[in-house]
Nanobody, 128 residues
Framework: QVQVVESGGGLVQAGGSLRLSCTAS????????MGWFRQVPGKEREGVSC????????YYADSVKGRFTISRDNAKNMLYQQMNSLKPEDTAMYYC?????????????????????WGQGTQVTVSS
């Protein structure tokens, strides 16, 4: 059984930083493209960042470029997202996900439809 678990969310003031972590079990972590998504009530889930199997390719939503950094440690089955210069509009539930392929080459991976395995989410709230 695949389990994806996020942690690291919380309340932070605008301009502050948070680091999200995600662990996945029950799958071959290093074989899956991984991504971070976020969602606010009433809106569609938005791709924030994603990283290829090897970690050599990374994609970011325009709204977070230069502020967020995604990374992975395949030996530890861990995914991270460092979030700096946070803004109130970054407030959302953040989800970690593993894609539905196996050792797929690098591709534009910010579409939620490419992902099969999802965590329950961790809330990030940025106060102004």
């Amino acid at each position: 059984q695949v389990q994806v678990v996020e942690s690291g969310g919380g309340l932070v003031q605008a301009g502050g930083s948070l680091r999200l972590s995600c662990t996945a079990s029950g799958l071959t972590f290093g074989a899956h493209t991984m991504g971070w998504f976020r969602q606010v009530p009433g809106k569609e889930r938005e791709g924030v960042s994603c990283i290829s199997v090897s970690g050599g390719s990374r994609y970011y939503a325009d709204s977070v470029k230069g502020r967020f950094t995604i990374s992975r440690d395949n030996a530890k089955n861990m995914l991270y997202q460092q979030m700096n210069s946070l803004k109130p509009e970054d407030t959302a539930m953040y989800y970690c996900a593993a894609d539905n392929a196996y050792y797929r080459g690098a591709y534009y991976c910010l579409h939620a439809s490419d992902y099969n395995y999802w965590g329950q989410g961790t809330q990030v709230t940025v106060s102004s």
